[in-house]
């Protein structure tokens, strides 16, 4: 069963812990609080905490999450996911070392990280949460020391206070409030954005969303009232792609909740293989502010 499980995870209906059960022949796992609140293990091994509504906002569909997936896994963006490890790994604590992935997606990030961690001697706890049941299904079985959680990053966190070294967020909607309360003290948040620029040229030909103006500006912002920058780094990746991995790419994105893959593979079929692109990062490193700061 995944270490993660030793997390103070909490219920989403009453905040109280929330025990494992692990899974037998009679059925699957099982997380579980006090109050008898319990949520079965799907067949692919994470867990649906959503309640009653559920979640407001569009997941990502089963056709973008197996475009992600294939993307990711033919490694074309190692590089970033490898300056992500480099950022946390360092960070962890000696003892009970803990991470959230917030926005795990298909879990291949989440993945680079915990071997990272492993090489160094070092077997940290995590968590990875995504509203898509649909990227989840990979990330589990791809990440069977996480547990992978189907939440809306909006809502409080199913964790406690203080529980993990280090939050990432790549790509993926950002709750500063609940990444300050859930981090602990010397704790780093990293995130990751495109920069402008990003994919320009595919983007015109397959359609995608420009990066919007102000990027950086907007999540400093956000961050302001609950953490303090301490380092931005560029990370850029030339690629070379297959017109599939081209349209894989442009489909895995927002673009995917507006554009169909196939129409998307029809606008590449002029361009010359391989396809030239150039993937434009910023990898931010946040603390906390310290208590009574400004």
């Known amino acids: 069963m995944p270490a993660a499980t030793d997390l103070p995870l909490l219920c989403p209906v009453c905040s109280g812990p929330l025990g494992f059960t692990r899974p037998t022949e009679a059925g699957p796992g099982r997380l579980a609080c006090p109050s008898r609140h319990s949520f079965d293990a799907a067949r692919q091994g994470y867990f649906n905490l959503l309640v009653g509504k559920g979640t407001p906002f569009e997941a990502d569909s089963a056709a973008m999450a197996e475009s992600r997936f294939n993307f990711l896994a033919a490694g074309h963006y190692r590089p970033l996911a490898d300056a992500l490890a480099a ?11 803990a991470v959230l992935d917030s926005g795990t997606g298909t ?17 940290p706890a995590a968590v990875g949460l995504d509203i898509s049941k649909f990227a989840l299904r990979r990330a ?3 990440n069977p020391d ?15 206070d203080n529980a ?19 981090l602990r003290p010397g704790g780093r948040l990293v995130v990751v954005t495109p920069r402008k620029g990003h994919l320009a040229g595919l983007a015109a030909v397959a359609g995608m969303l420009a ?7 907007r999540l400093a912002e956000a961050m302001a009232g609950h953490f303090d920058l301490d380092e931005s780094i560029n990370i850029d990746i030339p690629l070379a792609l297959t017109r599939a991995e081209a349209a894989d790419l442009a489909f895995m994105g927002p673009a995917g909740h507006h554009l169909d893959r196939d129409a998307i593979y029809r606008n590449l079929q002029e361009q010359p293989e391989p396809v030239q ?7 931010h490193i946040f603390h906390p502010k310290r208590s009574g700061a400004a």
Do not use: M
């Open 107 to 123: 879990g291949q990030y989440l993945r680079v990280l915990l071997d990272n961690a492993a090489a160094r001697g070092c077997k």
């Open 277 to 283: 692109a150039e993937a434009l990062f910023r990898l």
């Open 164 to 182: 993990v070294d280090a939050v990432t967020v790549v790509f993926a909607p950002r709750n500063a409030a609940e990444f300050a309360r859930v």
């Open 211 to 217: 990066i919007e103006e102000g990027k950086d500006h």
């Open 87 to 97: 950022a946390v790994v360092p960070c962890l604590s000696p003892q009970e070392p």
């Open 146 to 160: 996480a547990v992978t959680l189907v939440w809306d990053v909006w809502r409080r966190l199913p964790l406690a």
């Open 140 to 142: 589990a079985r791809l």
